[in-house]
């Protein structure tokens, strides 16, 4: 069934009303910062121009951006302060916050005195007007408030303020941005803005994680073989799954990240379950294409001349890997084999038995969450596998309550995120290696300065660390 034919007001894929996100940006923190993070809040106020945000600054400390309306707290009337925006009548307020000396009993029941009073009574009240307003999220870049959210006592205690980082802020944006399927990257004046499809979003990023085709090229061409000859060969197929297959594990932690955002019922639930079964596919999937790619181009003695005995996983591939010539790449596939194990102890079950289980857990006083159940051989293998890479099983999401009856589960988006980050990293240094044993070294791809900001303010949105590969990087 084709919809061409359709008017321009398509049923089948309506047009989203879009919602920004709102957003309380702390002027006297982020004012402060420097460097690498403060491009990164330029940023941010950057897309404050745009439909994605709708930002407001706090009434204390120096805006970096001038668009961007500023607040006033105004003075004390029975106990209590209006908040509202300094470009409108000073009759209008947008806001306020009730109860003003709670701040100053809860001061003195601390013993705040000077700068730490000061400190309190203007986060305690800038997170009381960002709450009650209907702002979505305040944002900071003051370390000890930050710090304090994410502990489970005093005033600022985890799940009590929806208080982020700048960078949690655009991952967040991001995936608002993503939801709608446009991805604002750059806006240079307000009203003006530069957008990409979230699918070229991950196109771009897997160039940028993975190593650049031209050095693929040079380690699987044949002796002689010039560029058009390598075209629609199975080896240029299997480079060419390599990247395809690194963007649809993007795609899949954003989709994960998406529904986790959302209210949890069972619906969202089955959408986690399935993104994850797909990353998981795609995984295994990129590692089988490598060692596919790599017994193509060296032809790796196996016992049987089966399909089955092609896989990075296994002592006698990697040995005959070693015989002709791929040390470093045997190597490395050594190195991260308890990562591949555990992953085949995902895919096996998943393509062949009883799939990808899931359960919606309630918890008292925050509704109800959403979990991946693993077997004990799969928490095996995780826990062995996070052991050698020497990272918490908190991080990844793992809920291990040992007791009879109960079984290990992940919460998804950290599970995936991690999973996910992990993966791309281990191909790019298995394609690092290879192309070493071949004598192929290393160069970058001529970015654009453009396109070098580009991908840099795509891996912000995406929430990506600085510790993954990066072609776009001096």
Known sequence: MRADHLDQKNPFDPNVERVPLTLVLDARSIGALEGKLRKRAHFLCELCWTKAIDGLWSWEGAPIDDHIPRTELRPVEYNSRTVGRLDEPPGCFIGGVRAWDQFDRWADQQGYEGRERDWFIYYGSLAHFSDRSGRHYLVTADQRLLKETEGDKGWFRRGQHRIISVGHALF?????????????????????????FSHSMYEWLAMDFVQPRRRLFDLVKAPDEELQDYFHTEREAL???????????????????????????DGTLNDMRYDLSAMIGNIAGVFDSLAVLAHTVLVVPLKSNSDSE?????????????EVGAERLATVA???????????????????????????????????KSQITLSTEQADLFKKMLRHRKESTTAWGLDDPEAKGIDPSVAPF????HLAIASI????????????????????????????????RFRWLSGLPDELPARSQP
Do not use: C
């Not at 967040?172 to 941005?177: F, I, P, S, T």
């Open 425 to 456: 990293s281990a191909v790019d240094e298995l394609l690092d290696a290879f192309a070493k044993d071949r004598g192929v070294e290393g160069s970058g791809v001529l970015w654009s300065a453009e396109q070098k900001q580009m991908l840099t």
């Open 334 to 368: 050594g190195q991260i084999k308890p990562l591949l194990d555990f992953i085949w102890g995902l895919r096996n079950p998943l393509f062949h038995r009883h799939g990808l289980p899931g359960q919606l857990v309630h918890v008292l006083g925050s509704g109800k």
């Open 172 to 196: 967040l944006v991001g995936l608002a941005m993503k939801a709608h399927r446009e991805v604002f990257y750059e806006s240079p004046q307000p009203g003006h803005t530069v957008y990409t």
């Open 414 to 417: 950290p599970f995936g995120h």
């Open 239 to 265: 480079v060419e799954s390599i990247f395809d297959r690194v963007s649809h594990i993007l795609r899949s932690r954003d989709r994960i990240a998406l529904s986790n955002a959302r209210n949890q019922d």
């Open 310 to 322: 092609i896989t990075l996983r296994r002592y006698p591939f990697r040995r005959g890997l070693k």
